[in-house]
């Protein structure tokens, strides 16, 4: 959330949710009480929560991110929390965090001189890339394509070659390659990524040139591309070990140096790095395999909003994580976040498994403006945080989305955004007035014009992840969060019909939460292509145990007990020379009869879901997968009992607040006072120091007994 410009929150909110990591820590024969840390590095702030294991008390820390050096503002953060909850960083057992380091890195290019080495021939792969271009018909034409991130200058072919089955048919010249990887040393590369035609089948020629250029260089960060993506697709492999060598060096460096300043302060616990996908693991493997926390931001609200939905037996919801800039909307399908194999981070496509999140320029700050033809409209553009709104008193002057609920009332002019930031109502006014006067209406109709906008921009990208995906979003939960979510909530649930909208206990830092949610998890698979009719379920039941067997190493190496593993397995399925592939989870329990036939209904019935139709044509089942989770006992959520005292004790007091065509006296809450059982009469506004809450007329929301808002109809209970 953008709201809080140049603020810190000094409050220390205490809720229903109790960590419960096992132990406590000694520190020279003193017993400790233990804590679980999460650390959120966003674009304006760095969000740090601290877990009481014992009194289950939650501290919330809010400090200026540092661009520059992000370790700085999550030690700065990590010392303000334990500064607050009066304790040591010996307390502290666990610590998870998500970084946009990579995004970063991507986006500005500003990662490392990367060196290729590929087969002889195939030297020009980054270049030949795939026959895609962004945006409509039109897009070829302003299409910039970048340079590839490792120059065709730092790239060299050796001789080697390895055939489609996996044969090899070209030793590989290791005189040579000891020769090109001198040579690209020499010439300044900082990091080496290898990728060989077929690798993925057999990774021989990759694994040795690996080990020549280790004992060359120990301290030179390599990658293979059988390590990074075991699949077929000799673009998409190289594209992927590319990225992950070119912001490797970096991430080290980062995760190395945080590691150190912690270490100084005197915490000694785990550390453990939020993926793209939602799950975590440790810095050592996060330093391996950057290009798995790409995402990692965006994932832990996601993470938390399927946590959340779990606990109170609404398993499917629909997640809106409206910020100042943007809104990122997902949805999660029986209490677990849906996922893709694919990234696109500015123009590049590669390969990673990532939280499915479906992103639109629409936030609390994107500006409202009239186009050439008289038209109202909302984004993309954002006044983010320098100036800001109008309403800031920073010297903002466009109209934005948060002045158009400030000049509403739907967030009251007396709040103070964090406690700490007086907004300037009358800044608003005038800056949503200049709007009003293009198109000739009321102050009043304009504000409202722009929430209306910006509502159906949301709406519509909730329907992108809900009905264009098959999904009735009518039999789904709404989780709003974000500093800006729960404002929109209500009016997002009347629009695509999703009840209840959940509005979580502490919204502006939902990721944060989701982070201690997460489990230990990794995701291994391999190219397949069989048609399933023809193949015996006993060949597959034994490729599938195979990366079983792999997954349940790569727990064990992260510290991960055999009776916490759990295993997912997947088999990506087509039509027969199709292109499109649906992912579809399998049990080895279920492969038990003379071929993999069983597999096609379960195809075709996601098949019609999502495109309507079925061809007679036999599956291909192209890829194998395997999801290694190892479970970390993060937090558990503890019910509360019903209140004792009235709703009324929590009304700070009542004011006028516009919806749609006029001025209704509207009960302004205070959200700490709510407690379970209490049932909030719209219209209402709910404060609380990291996000607002607004309940129309015509709905109630009602406090469950983890403290969420449930908002629905009024005439529901």
Known sequence: MEWF??????????????AVLAGSVIVKGEKLMAYNVAVDVGGTFTDVLLFNEETGSLTIEKVLSTTQNQSVGVQTGVREACRK????????????????????????ANGARVGLITTAGHEQILHVARAWTPGPLYGWVVLRKPDPLADLNDTRGVEERIS????????????????????????????????FLNAYVNASHEQKARDIGQALYPQLPISISSDMVQELGEYERALTTVINTYVRPRVIRYLGGLDESLSSDGFHGAMNIVRSDGGNMSSSSAMARPVDIA???????????????????IPNVLTLDMGGTSTDVSLCLDGLPTIRREIQLGYYRFKSPAVDVHSVGAGGGSIAHVSSAGSLLVGPASAGSQPGPASYGRGGVEATVTDANVVLHHLPPTTKLGGTLTLDEDAARRAIQKVADQLNLSLEETAQGILDIVNENMYAALRVVSIERGHDPRTFGLVAFGGAGPMHANALGRLIGSWPV????????????????????????????????DTPSSSLRQEISALMDEAKEWLQGEGVTEHDVHFETFVDCRYYLQGIQ?????????????????????????????????????????????????????????ASNPAVNPVEEAKMRTESVYFTREWLQTDIYHRERLQPGHKVLGPAVVIQDDSTTVIEPGFAGVVDNFHNILIQKEDIS
């Open 5 to 18: 410009e140049a603020k810190v929150m000094d409050e220390i909110c205490s809720l229903t949710v109790r």
């Open 502 to 533: 959940i509005v979580p206990p502490t919204p502006g830092v939902m990721s944060a939460f989701g982070f201690l949610s997460s489990n230990i998890q990794n995701e291994f698979s391999k190219t397949y292509m069989r048609l399933a009719e």
């Open 85 to 108: 909850a009066d304790i040591s960083m010996e307390s502290l057992q666990r610590f998870f965090h998500g970084t946009t380091v990579v995004t970063n890195m991507l986006l500005e």
């Open 582 to 638: 649906i992912s579809c989870p399998v049990s080895l329990n279920d492969l038990t009869g003379a071929n993999c036939s069983t597999i096609r209904g379960q195809f075709e019935s996601e098949h019609r879901q999502r495109y309507g139709f079925d061809l007679d044509l036999p599956i291909e089942m192209a890829t194998i997968r395997v999801v290694g989770r190892g479970s970390v006992r993060g937090v558990d959520l503890r």
């Open 295 to 313: 995402l990692s931001g965006p994932s832990g609200g996601v993470v938390g909003a399927a946590y959340l939905a779990r606990m109170i037996n």
């Open 164 to 195: 489609a089955t996996g044969q090899e048919i070209r030793h590989l010249d290791e005189d040579a390659l000891r020769n090109v990887i001198r040579e690209l040393v020499d010439s300044g590369v900082e990091a080496l990524a290898i990728v």
